[in-house]
């Protein structure tokens, strides 16, 4: 496969950083054009300036960043505490070949379950509030970590702990020094899945356990309004806080990972 | 390897290979299979006692002999079946057009880095929001009956198996590349001898991950917009307080999850079997 | 034997754009390798003896000067002329046999008669019994041998061989240079060795061609004039040896005097050119 030149002029066409605009920017206008010329007559065809508009409104009337907020401070706490228990409950798994037998194969078993099907058990037991939402987002977020960092302690290289056994280390040295670096790209990669998928979470869990407040929420209100552009709206903001999840997690493993070259969480 | 220096038996992961393996009471496997149970067992005992004393309401946590009566009948009456089947049908159906559209688009993006230019950025911003972010957007564009499902699972499934397609063939070895140019391949020789067999692991990771999710999308929305389905019946047993019911098809839900991931798991190994220490 | 032509090099050059500077990597490459010859090339790392091998087969292109096949210019890769690398990259998940048979892929046989030039080939390279193996269970010398024989398998003119036992350890690279003298004792096909151990260049080879680097020029062509099969103890060997490595301890002395001066030898800042070693048989990076 031949390396291809990136050329500026437009002899080949569009310049190549641009190209991904093409499609967005064709839809955009063909988006704007069926509202201006009335193509469809259907209640939920809001123009891009509405969409726009009612994204002004909410950001200016601070609305969004309440909902915003409200969401983001479940989807950390619960990311948080999963996430936490998840890196203790993984270590306990690696370490402890015991432990494994013991509790692996009923640890596995429970991880099958889909992730949204514990919400009406956790609704039952935790009520319809915050907690029972917190509680679900920990679940979301400890079920990744736990594996990945239970693979991450398995797959030290026995070359290195004997180097460890020949310089006599203690035992918290051992895992000071040999087990808990050799295993950070799996504790990350388990981390950064396990915010994704507490992101995720959070958002069902807005939807399932209806109360209180939350850009799910807003989304909920939004289409049982028939209110288009509030739903555009929330979409793209979801999108938006998405990436930035992404992004802040992928920053904080290539640092912490620096001796690495190459990151683990490509997914 | 006899090693002379004192053993260190601080961790099992050091345990000695070097001494003469002592003659097993039980075969290890066997043993295994035993230590799994006594956790579990005890947990059951536990809900079992918890429920026979009422130290929790009924409602909030019924006896392990109501929740295995519920299924019993559940199974009997065929509704569990029935509802298994609906959600089976749709979360294959939704995978099926997932996997074509994320194993084109992938492929696509692939192997053309004009395609790629075009659709890749448009591609990345449509995958930042999640599947459940898509729910109420498109419950306004299509409603709620079966269009909306498989939109959603097959979104759910096609973002993953694209990703991985794509990164899989462009990060296929150059140097197996060269083989095939100096071997004079053509171009369908090269992909289909060199660019998808060593592609193929990545590619199957995505499936997998693909289908991990569409069962995770079919029951989210079993649970918010449906009629029948698993999701539906675990619904509609939480709103009567049923929790034998809800319990009862929580644990298909997981049954069914563990084995479409073990029966993905035995073709990948069919499939991969080469892959020992290749790259 | 197989059919072979003559392989013209003449005048050749290539030079890469770094960061807007021409770097030269070969200057004026004149060599002509006779059918059925086995040419060794030696050189310390930079000398371009890589990039001149795949420019033979076809791998890089852009160059000035000639290389002609038979009178003809070569252009593209062609199963005239196969390459043996130094990872023997072949497709883990093809068995030994179906490897070899690639090879076999795009050439004008009958189905019959690539079966049976497969299994000649297998036991060409003394691997009967492997047929079925995946390349995960092979040894690196198992593998290697895998690697000739698919790129013999096609019977080319020119076999090139890019340091192909460099990633092997001591034992298994003095058995399988013995194997592939077999092997062209055998097949009689022009054999091309890159590599930069001098005392398997001038085991093998009828000549060895001394390149030096920076940029990458012949700076001689030593004749080995020793009868099959050769003892490498022997005087006349010793020899030979000696008299190649003093080409290259006087490129070695010029570099360090030209590092003690403060610059390099040609007025660049280049990677260091390596050192010689009490028993100058190798150069470190």
Redesign the interface.
């Known amino acids: 496969m031949a390396r291809t030149h990136i050329t500026t002029s437009l002899r080949g066409g569009i310049p190549r950083p641009l190209r991904g605009l093409v499609i967005p920017l064709v839809l955009l206008v063909a988006w704007w054009a069926a509202v201006r010329f009335g193509w469809s007559t259907s209640p939920l065809l809001v123009a891009p300036s509405k969409v726009w508009q009612t994204g002004v409104d909410q950001v200016v009337s601070g609305k969004v960043f309440a909902a915003l907020g409200a969401s983001l401070w479940r989807d950390l706490a619960g990311f948080a505490i999963g996430a936490t228990a998840g890196l203790l409950f993984g270590a306990l798994l690696g370490a402890s070949r015991l432990a494994e037998k013991f509790i692996g194969p009923s640890f596995h078993t429970l991880k099958q379950i889909s992730l949204f099907a514990w919400i009406p058990l956790l609704s039952v037991w935790f009520g319809l509030g915050d907690a029972a939402k917190v509680a679900f987002l920990s679940l979301a977020a400890f079920f990744p970590v736990v594996l990945n960092t239970f693979e991450g302690i398995r797959s030290v290289p026995p070359d290195l702990l004997e180097v460890a056994r020949v310089l006599r280390f203690t035992s918290a040295q051992r895992w000071r020094k040999v087990i808990l670096p050799s295993a950070s790209p799996a504790i990350f990669a388990g981390i950064h899945l396990g915010l994704i998928y507490a992101w995720l979470a959070t958002l069902g869990a807005e939807y399932l356990l209806v109360s209180g407040q939350g850009i799910g929420n807003l989304m909920i209100d939004g289409r049982e309004h028939f209110w288009m552009d509030m739903v555009l709206f929330g979409v793209f903001v979801v999108g938006l806080v998405g990436f930035t999840l992404n992004w802040i997690a992928s920053r904080i493993e290539a640092r912490a990972l620096a001796w690495r070259g190459r990151s683990v969480a490509q997914f | 390897m006899e090693r002379s220096w004192p053993l260190d038996f601080d961790s099992a992961d050091l345990a000695p290979e070097t001494r003469a393996p002592a003659r097993p009471a039980v075969p290890a496997w066997l043993g295994d299979w035993l230590l799994a149970w006594p956790l579990p067992l005890a947990v059951l005992a536990l809900w079992a006692l918890a429920a026979h004393f009422e130290w929790i309401a009924q409602q909030v946590l019924p006896s392990p002999e109501a929740v295995a009566l519920t299924f019993k009948e559940s199974l009997l009456s065929g509704e569990l079946r029935a509802n298994l089947q609906i959600s089976l049908v749709r979360v294959f159906a939704g995978f099926a057009v997932g996997l074509v559209g994320g194993l084109a688009l992938g492929v696509a993006m692939g192997l053309s880095p004009t395609v790629k230019d075009y659709s890749y950025p448009l591609f990345k911003a449509f995958a930042q929001v999640p599947v459940l972010g898509w729910l109420p957007l498109l419950m306004l564009l299509v409603g709620i009956d079966e269009a909306l499902k498989i939109i959603l699972i097959s979104k759910a499934a096609l973002v993953p198996i694209a990703l991985n397609t794509y990164k899989g063939i462009q990060n296929v070895p150059t ?2 590349i ?2 095939g ?6 171009r369908w ?1 090269m992909l289909t ?2 660019v998808f ?2 592609a ?1 692991a990545p590619i199957w990771n995505g499936i997998r991950y693909g289908l991990t999710h569409a069962w995770l999308a079919l029951v989210v929305v079993e649970l918010l917009a449906s009629s029948e389905g698993l999701g539906y019946m675990i619904v509609y047993g939480r709103q009567l307080f049923q929790l034998d019911v809800v319990l009862a098809a929580v644990v298909v839900v997981g049954a069914v999850g563990y084995a479409l991931d073990k029966g993905l798991a035995a073709i990948e190994k069919r499939l991969l079997g ?6 | 034997m197989a059919h072979t032509g003559t392989l013209h090099i003449a005048h050749l050059s290539k030079h890469y754009e770094v960061q807007g500077e021409p770097l030269a990597v070969l200057d004026n490459i004149t060599l002509t390798v006779n059918p059925g010859e086995f040419v060794s090339i030696v050189g310390s790392s930079g000398c371009g003896k890589s990039t001149l091998l795949r420019l033979i ?3 890089e292109d852009d160059y000035q000067g000639e290389v002609l096949l038979d009178g003809q210019r070569v252009v593209g ?3 005239d002329r ?2 043996v ?1 130094q ?1 023997h ?1 072949l ?4 068995t030994v046999e179906q490897n070899i048979a ?2 076999l ?2 050439a004008r046989f009958t189905e019959a008669e690539k079966t049976q030039s497969v299994r000649e080939h297998i036991a060409l390279v003394g691997l009967e019994g492997f047929e079925t193996a ?4 092979l040894s690196g010398g198992m593998s290697q041998r895998v690697a000739i024989a ?1 790129a013999l398998v ?1 019977r080319p003119e020119v076999l090139l061989l890019d340091e192909p036992f460099g990633a092997l350890d001591a034992l298994t690279r003095a058995h399988l240079q013995q194997e592939l003298h077999r092997i062209w004792q055998a097949e009689g096909i022009t054999m091309i060795l890159v590599t930069h151990d001098v005392e398997e260049a001038i085991y093998l080879g009828d000549k060895v061609v001394v390149m030096e680097p920076r940029p990458g020029r012949i700076r001689r062509i030593v004749p080995v004039e020793l009868a099959h099969p050769r003892d490498r103890v022997a005087l006349p060997f010793a020899r030979l040896k000696e008299d190649v490595l003093a080409e290259f301890a006087g490129e070695a002395e010029a570099a360090t005097a030209a590092r003690h001066a403060g610059r390099r030898g040609d007025g660049t800042r280049g990677p260091d050119s390596g050192f010689a070693l009490p028993n100058g048989l190798r150069f470190a990076l």
């Open positions: 140097r197996f060269e083989v140019r100096v071997l004079r391949f053509t020789q001898r060199v067999p060593a193929l080469w892959r020992k220490e290749a790259f | 087969v076809g791998l890769t062609s199963l196969g390459i690398f990872e990259r497709f883990p998940w093809l690639l090879g892929l795009n995946y390349p995960h269970q698919r096609s």
